[in-house]
């Protein structure tokens, strides 16, 4: 089976993450796998080494370019470079978002290709009618859709009438095995000798509330001066500037010493946010809304304890006091509280960590593979009957 993959960015974005490892997997099942990608900013390459076929389709930035201008040209350039594509090579076309599913959808109505699946991670709250519609045709316009959790299962057939196949997300075996020493080591090759060190992956946008985070952080650091927040990641197609003027503005307010015990990172390689993770004493992501939670599921493979907001998405997987601690995302206090908890009582760290183990165990990219092998199976042969995991 020749399966082309379609993803929106080369950067260590959840979907981007979820593409290359559903690809590798697929790929040691038997398939062959290319994965397309536009390259913003003169990229070429993904941020790690992937063990299948790429195509990285250029896309230069213009300045000022407005939001919605932008969207539209991230579609124009996908739609044009995959026209000079041989697309008859491929038996499948699955655009893992929004963008390449609109590409996909012109190249289809053009008679490029006969049709394409789409993964539905998540569904953005736009509210310009040229957007709205750009979303809505993503999700109306392909043969299947995959969704990798119940709640976002039951978004799509409540809003729009369409069953989905629900396959979760994997966790790659790599964050399950030690990664350049211990914490202690780690601590010390990031210069973090002796401090306490909560870490939130995503970088600064609305869907993390990461300006909720901090606000919970600064409460944490008046019990735990020694206490460090490590923001990584945040490279997005989309335009958070706003968000992220006001996450700047509270960061600036606060004391200095405060501000100095916050490290906002670019987007960490393969191997950095793997050390990270191992050396970070509790990871923390009270996001008001996800697709599934890639980041959580890494972390506790990791054996670090994980403090997330209660939304339905994270309690498929996550038990408050079994896996995790889990705090109202609107209530900084009450994160602060869950946190200042997996710090300070060691006996719950650990279970928590015991339990997060075995939790993401339970998620595999092998099976995820087959269980898409299965649904391109019926697509092609016609059937376009949805299963649930």
């Known amino acids: 089976m020749r399966v082309a993959l379609y993803t929106y960015n080369t950067k260590p974005r959840g979907g981007v993450v979820h593409t290359l490892a559903l690809a590798e997997a697929l790929q040691k099942a038997g398939c062959l796998v290319t994965v397309h990608a536009l390259g913003l900013n003169g990229e070429s390459q993904f941020f790690r080494k992937v063990g299948v076929d790429t195509k990285v389709i250029p896309f230069t930035p213009r300045q000022d370019e407005l939001f919605e201008a932008r ?222 939670g890639l980041a959580i599921l890494e972390s506790m493979a990791a054996g670090t304890p994980v403090v997330a907001s209660d939304i339905d998405v994270f309690q498929e997987f996550l038990k408050h006091g079994h896996n995790a601690l889990l705090a109202d995302p609107d209530r900084p206090e009450e994160i602060a509280g869950s946190m200042l908890r997996m710090v300070k009582e060691q006996e719950l760290a650990e279970h928590l960590s015991t339990n997060g183990k075995v939790t993401a165990r339970q998620y595999t990219w092998s099976v995820a593979a087959e269980k898409h092998k299965s649904l391109y199976r019926r697509v092609m042969m016609g059937g376009q009957a949805a299963y649930s995991c």
């Open 71 to 292: 969207i539209i040209r991230y579609i124009d350039t996908y739609a044009a470079a995959l026209e000079s594509e041989p697309l008859d090579a491929y038996d499948i076309h699955h655009a893992q978002d929004c963008i390449s599913a609109n590409s996909l959808n012109r190249l289809m109505t053009k008679g490029l290709v006969p049709y394409f699946i789409r993964t539905v991670h998540h569904l953005d709250d736009f509210t310009t009618p040229a957007l709205v519609d750009c979303q809505n045709q993503s999700v109306v316009q392909p043969q299947a859709l995959v969704t990798v959790s119940e709640y976002w299962s039951r978004r799509m057939k409540a809003e729009y009438g369409r069953a989905s196949s629900l396959i979760h997300n994997g966790v790659e075996d790599r964050f399950f095995h030690k990664a350049g020493g211990d914490s202690r080591e780690l601590k010390a090759k990031y210069g973090l000798q002796e401090r306490t060190v909560f870490l939130a992956l995503g970088g600064i946008e609305p869907r993390k509330n990461t300006i909720a985070t901090l606000r919970a952080f600064t409460q944490v650091r008046r019990a735990l001066p020694e206490a460090v927040l490590l923001i990584a990641g945040g490279t997005t197609l989309f335009d958070y500037r706003h968000y992220r003027n006001e996450f700047e503005l509270e960061l600036q307010s606060l004391e200095p010493a405060v501000v100095s015990s916050i490290r906002i990172m670019g987007s960490p390689d393969n191997e950095t946010v793997q050390e990270l993770y191992r050396l970070a004493d509790c990871y923390v992501q009270p996001s008001k809304k996800e697709g599934w």
